[in-house]
């Protein structure tokens, strides 16, 4: 079977389910696992020089708060035809943040023979929406009991951090991804702190947030404040740490006077919708409890923001 990735939580799905030796194709942003994902051809770019850019700049750039401007993703129709993929995963959730269904769709009209790659759009909102995509992909592509066995173990480490942080303090958490504007984290994420043991601030369970005034923000009085922002490395969020010193009473904000303002690996854990999600929920039971469910959280996946 030939697969192409146009989702980098696809990409991690397939890399789950074992089936990297079958991926032919991937975006520029698919980086997990490093050493083999690197090989597979990229039909994708971004249409954007992020790197010169400020977090407003490129939430202006693709459309500010209604993400009906320009994608960050171009797709190069003529490498995807070139792989002959049985399967394109793609997704219709984000036209910002990935190739959108429709462009996949158009592009593979135009695929000469046969009945064409069966196309299959992953749109999950919640923990179980992710859980339930891998299923669904692993039925799709023939391993289910590989999936089923997988989303059990996944399962099992959600219960976990669970029972590691029950019986504590539900601390108040503001998980924002994106600075300028600032706007929450909504779809899955507020599970991913409400299993940490937090209680999620300004969005609810499989929301599709948009952006907040500070003033929000502040009258929420968070006492974590967890910063990860779509598509930027923790490094890249420390280098925008200036545009929240700036913001009014930032200082006062009970999170700010603690220390306890992290910045996570938002593209790793949090951000995309697939199996690393979990990894996201030990992560936060780390940084609001100090608790380890799972593997030790190293300073790449969580740190205090820096202040000097």
Do not use: K
């Not at 397939?14 to 039909?43: F, I, K, Q, S, Y």
């Not at 969020?237 to 006077?257: H, I, K, M, S, Y």
């Not at 039971?285 to 202040?307: I, M, N």
């Amino acid at each position: 079977m030939r697969i192409v990735s146009l989702l980098p939580a696809a990409t991690d799905i397939v890399a789950e389910l074992g089936l990297l030796p079958d991926l032919v194709g991937r975006t520029h942003e698919c980086d997990w696992p490093g050493g083999e994902v690197g090989r597979v051809p990229v039909v994708t770019a971004s249409t954007l020089s992020t790197d010169a850019m400020t977090s407003r700049e490129i939430s202006d750039a693709v459309g500010g708060a209604t993400h009906r401007g320009s994608s960050l993703y171009a797709l190069d129709t003529e490498a995807l035809a070139g792989l002959a993929p049985d399967v394109v995963l793609t997704q219709d959730l984000c036209d910002v943040c990935a190739v959108s269904y429709d462009t996949v769709s158009r592009a593979l009209r135009v695929l000469d023979g046969g009945p064409g790659p069966r196309v299959l759009s992953l749109e999950p909102r919640t923990l179980d929406d992710v859980l339930d995509c891998l299923l669904r992909v692993g039925r799709e592509l023939g391993v289910r009991e590989i999936a089923e066995e997988r989303c059990r173990a996944l399962r099992n480490r959600l219960a976990a951090v669970g029972r590691a942080t029950a019986g504590r303090p539900r601390r108040r958490v503001a998980a924002i991804e994106w600075l300028d504007p600032v706007w929450p984290a909504g779809h899955w994420v507020p599970e991913q702190i409400t299993h940490a043991g937090g209680g999620p601030l300004l969005a609810a369970p499989g929301e599709h947030t948009e952006p907040v005034d500070w003033e929000a923000v502040r009258a929420a009085r968070p006492e974590v404040i967890v910063l990860m922002p779509c598509g930027f490395s923790p490094q890249r969020t420390e280098q925008e740490r200036e545009l929240l010193f700036r913001l009014p009473g930032w200082d006062d904000l009970p999170a700010v006077r603690a220390g306890e303002v992290w910045v996570v690996d938002g593209p790793a854990y949090f951000n995309r919708p697939g199996p690393r999600v979990v990894r996201g929920a030990e992560v936060l039971a780390q940084v609001l409890h100090s608790v380890t469910s799972g593997a030790p959280v190293t300073d790449g996946e969580a740190h205090r923001l820096t202040t000097g």
